[in-house]
């Protein structure tokens, strides 16, 4: 069994065909799915497929760092209130990303700072995004965690630096399809030497399909591929990686 801890099942992708992605994503073992909710609507559509699939589809709720300027008071009182009521997982994605720099640096930091406060404050997971934003996002790891800090750096890069920085505090590394890329040996390396149990997968779908779909749709059935990558480069079978990463996340996020 796999869970695809990160999926974007709100974007216009799945629009045409979302009951029968969920169908091949049972079929092809994934047997629970977190989705990244990152506004009002994802939210609303995220409760939605919840309560079609429950225990199968769970929510995180968070400002990505591309709309880090929409984060106020009232966002964060109303992610607040759905950790409160139990109705997401984990809070994010949230983090920094410095490659398109869609919004301002320091406003990102602030909008990042405030979450990691809010995913301590009701004892949930933080989701991180990182994209060449390695040192601030290991400084302000460092600098917030209030001792109760947990979460997954998702879609890693291959950084090992930030890959330490994030083991040392705690926090999960989840991989995603560009794992599988030809160019991608800098994070294979990385698959290589994490441990095992500090890795989880992902698909961030519809993005970053694996290099047998790629240019195609990203969807919750090709976590396999992740799986088999991860399993070639560390040497042991997918069973295992499934049956490990499956449990770490079952724990990160509290799943039954
Ligand atoms: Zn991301
Ligand atoms: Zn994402």
């Given at each position: 069994?796999?869970?695809?801890?990160?999926?974007?099942?709100?974007?216009?992708?799945?629009?045409?065909?979302?009951?029968?992605?969920?169908m091949?994503?049972?079929?092809?073992?994934?047997?629970?799915?977190?989705?990244?909710?990152?506004?009002e609507?994802?939210?609303?559509?995220?409760?939605?497929?919840?309560?079609?699939?429950?225990?199968?589809?769970?929510?995180?709720a968070?400002?990505?760092?591309?709309?880090?300027?929409?984060?106020?008071?009232?966002?964060?009182?109303?992610?607040?209130?759905?950790?409160?009521?139990?109705?997401?997982?984990?809070?994010?994605?949230?983090g920094?990303?410095?490659?398109?720099k869609?919004?301002?640096?320091?406003?990102?930091?602030?909008?990042?700072?405030?979450?990691?406060?809010?995913?301590?404050?009701?004892?949930?997971?933080?989701?991180?995004?990182?994209?060449?934003?390695?040192?601030?996002?290991?400084?302000?790891l460092?600098?917030?965690?209030?001792?109760?800090?947990k979460?997954?750096l998702?879609?890693f890069?291959?950084?090992?630096?930030?890959?330490?920085?994030?083991?040392?505090?705690?926090?999960?590394?989840?991989?995603?399809?560009?794992?599988?890329?030809?160019?991608?040996?800098?994070?294979?390396?990385?698959?290589?030497?994490?441990?095992?149990?500090s890795?989880?997968?992902?698909?961030?779908?519809?993005f970053?399909?694996?290099?047998?779909?790629?240019?195609?749709?990203?969807?919750?059935?090709?976590?396999?591929?992740?799986?088999?990558?991860?399993?070639?480069?560390?040497?042991?079978?997918?069973?295992?990686?499934?049956e490990?990463?499956?449990?770490?996340?079952?724990t990160?996020?509290?799943?039954?």
């Amino acid at each position: 069994m796999y869970i695809d801890t990160h999926a974007h099942l709100n974007f216009p992708e799945f629009k045409a065909d979302l009951d029968e992605t969920i169908m091949c994503a049972q079929a092809a073992k994934v047997c629970a799915i977190v989705n990244i909710a990152l506004d009002e609507e994802a939210i609303k559509f995220g409760q939605a497929l919840q309560r079609r699939y429950p225990h199968y589809i769970f929510n995180a709720a968070g400002i990505h760092p591309h709309e880090a300027s929409r984060w106020n008071s009232s966002v964060e009182a109303s992610i607040k209130e759905l950790a409160l009521e139990k109705q997401i997982i984990a809070i994010g994605e949230m983090g920094l990303d410095y490659f398109y720099k869609l919004a301002p640096v320091e406003i990102q930091q602030n909008t990042f700072r405030r979450q990691l406060q809010l995913a301590q404050a009701v004892d949930l997971p933080a989701v991180i995004h990182c994209r060449d934003a390695s040192q601030d996002t290991i400084q302000i790891l460092h600098e917030e965690n209030r001792g109760y800090l947990k979460g997954v750096l998702h879609c890693f890069n291959g950084d090992m630096e930030l890959a330490q920085a994030a083991l040392k505090l705690g926090l999960l590394i989840s991989f995603t399809g560009n794992i599988t890329f030809p160019k991608a040996e800098k994070i294979r390396q990385a698959a290589r030497e994490i441990p095992l149990e500090s890795i989880m997968l992902e698909t961030d779908c519809p993005f970053l399909a694996p290099q047998d779909f790629r240019g195609k749709r990203n969807e919750p059935a090709f976590v396999v591929k992740v799986a088999e990558k991860i399993a070639e480069v560390k040497g042991i079978s997918v069973e295992e990686i499934a049956e490990a990463t499956t449990a770490n996340a079952r724990t990160m996020f509290g799943l039954r």
